[in-house]
């Protein structure tokens, strides 16, 4: 992707900041295991989960090669960055175990409500800890959000999740 001063002018009107595009994917996630409440046949839960798995996985790959080493740069203390990386691998440890798993499994419900409870407290501390400490970090919060919107959609185009 181009730099900050090479797009075509005008690029920062089209773009957010990267924790207001942060914000908005938790809530997609969100809505989704909300859905997931509501499905009731196996084929509906299958759909609803594969759409929670790559959307997640999406959006944690996006944090982890963009967001939080930038935020590591522009910030002295570490612990929640390092706190976020160790609770995405459980976050992708339970997703890893939910693809390759039949919604009539007995524990299928359950992995489910237990990826959901995680990424709440993820989330929860992403939004008041995290995402206010990096808006008051020296990064410039649009050109971020432009650049991770570019990744997330390369890495879904993939085909990688
Ligand atoms: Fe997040
Ligand atoms: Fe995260």
């Known amino acids: 992707m181009a730099t900050a001063k090479t797009l075509p002018g005008g690029w920062r009107k089209k773009h957010q900041k990267a924790t207001t595009v942060l914000r908005a994917e938790h809530a997609l996630v969100e809505n989704l295991f909300r859905r997931f409440e509501m499905a009731h046949t196996p084929t509906g839960k299958k759909q609803i989960v594969a759409e929670i798995c790559t959307e997640l996985s999406a959006h944690a790959r996006v944090e982890e090669d963009i967001f939080y080493p930038e935020v590591k740069a522009a910030l002295r203390d570490h612990r929640l960055i390092h706190e976020a990386e160790v609770e995405h691998q459980s976050l992708k440890e339970l997703i890893a175990q939910l693809k ?57 185009d993939s085909g990688a999740f």
């Open 100 to 156: 390759n798993l039949s919604p009539d499994d007995q524990f299928y419900n359950l992995k489910v409500k237990v990826l959901g409870d995680c990424l709440k407290h993820h989330v929860k501390e992403e939004h008041f800890e995290m995402l206010p400490e990096a808006d008051q970090a020296n990064l410039d919060m649009v050109y971020l959000g432009a650049r991770m919107t570019a990744y997330k959609a390369a890495l879904l």
